[in-house]
């Protein structure tokens, strides 16, 4: 990398190279936020407002697995997410991310009321290109900066054990951030998982998931129209993305209502909660430390009834 430059520099020139900009074409690069693990650029051209993110640590796959996200979310056409217009390859200094600017505005009852319905109808499709097995996706991809493996499995039950749950228990465990009694009852869960999640998802079938649903991944357009972000999708079971959006708040009632309204949960869903939160939690572990992993072994009592 140029010492010289900038990383921004580097990753807005880059970005507007890809699509056939040069710096005549800026007519104004102003940071804003982007994200919690991002840097990110409202950029000005001739052609029109963009949003730019890139990372200095990441690896051009890094944003390449967000990208499919979002064009997976948008063949959907059930919830608006930002376009992308580019993203980085081999070849750039910097990975990056290029997508549609989209101007925020306020947060009301309807736009939250309209979440509902717009989630509901995502998780009535089913995914792209999807194989026979119906749980999973075609490739590796992240939450947050972590790795989450995914790949098709025929049991979503077995999905969420060894997809999800077992394979950050254990580098919890092997860091020791878990607690052997801890890493226990996680795995408790993780071996009844069959028992307390299969006969609702077999009831509901699969479903194209946002994969990170908290407030942080919502905004609301002028206008009110809700729009997701920082997606990691797969195809799994509805109420992982309802747990997620439960587990750290900022939703408020109108949301939920709405998507009841439009698709009731099945029967325990309350109870089947804490199985669902007991990943993210895990992620957090992962992430940040402090007290999340006294919070996922609490998530895993409650699943198992405890």
């Given amino acids: 990398?140029?010492?010289?430059?900038?990383?921004?520099?580097?990753?807005?020139?880059?970005?507007?190279?890809?699509?056939?900009?040069?710096?005549?074409?800026?007519?104004?690069?102003?940071?804003?936020?982007?994200?919690?693990?991002?840097?990110?650029?409202?950029?000005?051209t001739t052609r029109g407002d963009f949003f730019l993110k890139w990372n200095r640590r990441a690896d051009h796959r890094f944003f390449g697995v967000e990208a499919e996200g979002l064009a997976a979310l948008g063949v959907s056409d059930a919830v608006r997410v930002p376009s992308v217009i580019a993203v980085s390859g081999p070849g750039d200094e910097v990975a990056w991310l290029l997508l549609e600017?989209?101007?925020?505005?306020?947060?009301?009852?309807?736009?939250?009321?309209?979440?509902?319905?717009?989630?509901?109808?995502?998780h009535r499709d089913v995914g792209p290109g999807r194989p026979a097995a119906p749980f999973g996706w075609g490739g590796d991809n992240l939450i947050g900066s972590l790795p989450q493996p995914n790949g098709w499995r025929d049991d979503w039950a077995g999905f969420w054990a060894e997809c999800r749950i077992r394979p950050l228990a254990r580098e919890l465990r092997a860091l020791g951030a878990l607690s052997a009694p801890q890493a226990a009852v996680v795995d408790a869960v993780a071996e009844?998982?069959?028992?307390?999640?299969?006969?609702?998802?077999?009831?509901?079938?699969?479903?194209?998931l946002h994969g990170d649903l908290w407030s942080g991944n919502v905004?609301?357009?002028?206008?009110?129209?809700?729009?997701?972000?920082?997606?990691?999708?797969?195809?799994?079971?509805?109420?992982?993305?309802?747990?997620?959006?439960?587990?750290?708040?900022?939703?408020?009632?109108?949301?939920?209502?709405?998507?009841?309204?439009?698709?009731?949960?099945?029967?325990?869903?309350?109870?089947?909660?804490?199985?669902?939160?007991?990943?993210?939690?895990?992620?957090?572990?992962?992430?940040?430390?402090g007290g999340y992993a006294a919070s996922a072994a609490a998530a895993a009592r409650a699943a198992l009834g405890g």
Wanted: hydrophobic share 45%; glycine share 12%; net charge neutral.
């Fill in 101 to 122: 600017w989209i101007e925020e505005g306020r947060a009301g009852r309807a736009g939250w009321m309209r979440l509902g319905r717009e989630l509901a109808a995502l």
């Fill in 1 to 44: 990398m140029e010492p010289s430059r900038g990383q921004a520099a580097i990753a807005v020139e880059h970005a507007c190279r890809a699509i056939g900009l040069d710096s005549t074409d800026i007519l104004s690069a102003r940071p804003v936020g982007g994200g919690c693990i991002n840097q990110g650029t409202c950029l000005r």
């Fill in 192 to 208: 009844r998982a069959d028992q307390l999640l299969g006969p609702a998802a077999a009831a509901d079938g699969p479903s194209l």
């Fill in 219 to 289: 905004l609301f357009a002028r206008g009110g129209a809700p729009v997701l972000i920082d997606p990691a999708v797969y195809v799994g079971h509805r109420e992982v993305d309802l747990a997620m959006a439960d587990l750290f708040g900022g939703f408020p009632g109108a949301f939920r209502e709405a998507y009841e309204d439009a698709w009731p949960p099945q029967p325990g869903h309350l109870r089947r909660r804490p199985a669902y939160q007991l990943y993210p939690l895990l992620v957090h572990a992962r992430l940040f430390g």
